[in-house]
Antibody
Framework: QVQLVESGGGVVQPGRSLRLSCAGS????????MHWVRQAPGKGLEWVAV????????YYADSVKGRFTISRDNSKNMLYLQMNSLRAEDTAVYYC??????????????WGQGTQVTVSS | EVVLTQSPGTLSLSPGERATLSCRAS???????LAWYQQKPGQAPRLIYG??SRATGIPDRFSGNVSGTDFTLTISRLEPEDFAVYYC??????????FGQGTRLEIK
C-alpha cells in the first residue's frame, strides 16, 4: 500500500534552517508529482510547494518563495523540503502528499502523518 | 488566483441527519479541479471526493455537486465517524493550490 513517512521536524530558532524528508513506498515514486502542505496550530491547510515527477519543475506559495526549496531523489524515493530563514509563522505540522501521475497538479490522494516544525527562540 | 470560501464554519447535526457543506470559488472553476478532504483530530487529511468522483473506499453517502461557482459536499445520512473537519481544494491548471478555511462538522 502507498506509504509516505515524513521526518526532520523539530524546534529551531528564527532565522535558522531545517530540512524535512519524506520517504515514499508502495508506488512508483518517480511517476508522481509530490507536494508539501502545512497546518499551523488550530488552523487550516496551506499548500506550500510542489515538484514535478522528474524534478524539472517546482512551484511555491508566495509565503515561502525564496526561502524554501523543494527537491526529490527518485533513486531513493525521497522528497525534501529545505527551509531557510525560518520565521515564527512557519510553525506548523508539515505533510507530504502525493499528487497526480505525470502532472504537476492534481488532487492529493495520499498523505503522510506529518512532522512538527516549531520556530521559537 | 482562486479563493475558496467555505460555509458554514461549524455545522452541528445528529447522526442520521443530512449534512450539506458549501464551498464558493471567487471565480469560475471547473469541478474537475475541485476536491474535498476530511480531517479528524490528530490525523492527516484524507481525500473524500475529487474530479467529480468519490475517492477509493469512500461510501456512497458522500456526494458532490456543482452549480456555477458553488460546490457542495453532501453526506446523506451521517454516521458517527463522519464528524470531522472538511476542506475543499482547487488545484486548477497552474499553481498556487487553494484550500478553503474548513467546515467543522460536530455532533449536536
Amino acid at each position: 500500500q502507498v506509504q509516505l513517512v515524513e521526518s526532520g521536524g523539530g524546534v529551531v530558532q528564527p532565522g535558522r534552517s531545517l530540512r524535512l524528508s519524506c520517504a515514499g513506498s508502495g508506488f512508483t515514486f518517480s511517476n508522481y508529482g509530490m507536494h508539501w502542505v502545512r497546518q499551523a496550530p488550530g488552523k487550516g491547510l496551506e499548500w506550500v510547494a510542489v515538484i514535478s515527477y522528474d524534478g524539472s519543475d517546482q512551484y511555491y506559495a508566495d509565503s515561502v518563495k525564496g526561502r524554501f526549496t523543494i527537491s526529490r531523489d527518485n533513486s531513493k524515493n525521497m522528497l525534501y523540503l529545505q527551509m531557510n530563514s525560518l520565521r515564527a509563522e512557519d510553525t506548523a505540522v508539515y505533510y507530504c502528499a502525493r499528487g497526480r501521475q505525470w502532472l504537476v497538479l492534481g488532487k492529493f490522494d495520499n498523505w503522510g502523518q506529518g512532522t512538527q516544525v516549531t520556530v521559537s527562540s | 488566483e482562486v479563493v475558496l470560501t467555505q460555509s458554514p464554519g461549524t455545522l452541528s447535526l445528529s447522526p442520521g441527519e443530512r449534512a450539506t457543506l458549501s464551498c464558493r470559488a471567487s471565480q469560475s472553476v471547473s469541478s474537475t479541479y475541485l476536491a474535498w478532504y476530511q480531517q479528524k483530530p490528530g490525523q492527516a487529511p484524507r481525500l473524500i471526493y475529487g474530479a467529480s468522483s468519490r475517492a477509493t473506499g469512500i461510501p456512497d453517502r458522500f456526494s458532490g455537486n456543482v452549480s456555477g461557482t458553488d460546490f457542495t459536499l453532501t453526506i446523506s445520512r451521517l454516521e458517527p465517524e463522519d464528524f470531522a473537519v472538511y476542506y475543499c481544494q482547487h488545484y486548477g491548471s497552474s499553481p498556487p493550490i487553494a484550500f478553503g478555511q474548513g467546515t467543522r462538522l460536530e455532533i449536536k
